[in-house]
Structures are given as structure tokens and as C-alpha cells.
């Protein structure tokens, strides 16, 4: 085995052995390479959906709201309100009765994907609980978007040798089109 420690430069015309110099050139190339490749991971997952409802008021007063306020869509699923919010009173305009509205975000009270559910109607089941029907029919809610996000179970992930994987062959491709272009194809 032997080892020089010599110098490239463009600047160089000749090899110089003397001083270990010898002419070069500097190249500049940028390549990209990607891939698509498997998971094998898996891991245990729980997220709750989240959506936002329009909460609208057709009582005469504002209606507060305090945060982790039920909602029931539907098919009598449960989501919470995250801030306290106040739904204004409705107002009457050309003499029509038009509704306070207001937005609220919402999360599912279970992690589940049962909750990914599309846009509907709720209302607030503490009202009818009281046995408070003027409220129950007078302050609903409505989304207009899916609920998104609910799962829980396996869900994959990139395992270690997932990651190795596709690095190593990415690095071999990367180095093979690099080659091709030094050495001139």
C-alpha cells in the first residue's frame, strides 16, 4: 500500500512530482434521486377527530358556552368545544329573525375513526338533559366540513431498516448517475 497526498487544481498545465501536484478540473453537478418504498413498522395509534361547528342562536339573549361544551352529531356522537365561546342573540332584520352565529373547534371524546364523519347537524344534549327545550330547539350547531383525523389501532411507520434501506439504495443510485456523468456516458 501507498499513500501520496497530492494537490488538483486547474491551475496546474503538468504533473509536477516534485511538489505532488497534477492538473485537474472542477466539476459541478447536482442530481436527484427518489424512490418509493414500504413501511414494516407498525405502531399502536389514538388521535381524535377534529372539525369546527357553527353554532347558530335563534333565542332573543347571547348564549355562553363554556369550553368542553357537548355537541351531538346525528348518529349520537360526542364532541367538545376546546374554548368557551358566546353565541350572540338573534336580531331581527327587514323583519326576518336572523340567527347569532358563531364558529367553534370541536374534538371527538374518543379517539376512534368512527368520528371522521361528514359535515351535519348537532345540538347540545346538556340542554335537553335539563329538561330545557326552549334552548335545545333554539341553540344547534352545523358543519359545514368532515370531522378528520379520528383513528386508533396499528398504523405503519418507517421501521430503522426501512430507513436503511432505502439510504443505501438511494446512495448506490446516486453514485451510479454520478459516475455516468464523470466518466462521460
Keep these: 500500500d501507498l499513500q501520496i497526498k497530492a494537490t488538483v487544481s486547474d491551475r496546474y498545465v503538468a504533473v509536477n512530482a516534485e511538489f ?51 355537541f351531538e352529531s346525528s348518529n349520537g356522537l360526542i364532541f367538545r368545544s376546546l374554548t368557551n ?58 358543519s359545514k366540513e368532515a370531522m378528520r383525523g379520528g383513528t386508533s389501532g396499528k398504523a405503519k411507520v418507517v421501521a430503522e431498516v426501512d430507513y436503511a434501506k432505502a439510504r443505501d439504495e438511494l446512495s448506490s443510485k446516486l453514485k451510479a448517475e454520478l459516475s455516468d456523468v464523470l466518466v462521460g456516458e
Design 20 to 70: 505532488n501536484r497534477v492538473p485537474g478540473q472542477l466539476f459541478l453537478v447536482q442530481k436527484t434521486v427518489s424512490g418509493e418504498y414500504q413501511t414494516t413498522g407498525q405502531k399502536d395509534v389514538a388521535q381524535k377527530a377534529r372539525g369546527k361547528i357553527i353554532l347558530s342562536n335563534n333565542q332573543s339573549i347571547s348564549q355562553p358556552l363554556i369550553a368542553t361544551t357537548r
Design 85 to 142: 365561546v358566546t353565541i350572540p342573540a338573534a336580531r331581527t332584520q327587514s323583519g326576518q329573525v336572523v340567527p347569532g352565529n358563531v364558529e367553534v373547534n370541536v374534538v371527538a371524546d374518543k379517539a376512534d375513526a368512527a368520528y371522521n364523519i361528514s359535515p351535519g347537524k348537532f345540538t347540545i344534549p346538556a340542554f335537553k338533559e335539563r329538561g330545557d327545550t326552549q334552548r335545545y330547539q333554539n341553540v344547534t350547531g352545523e
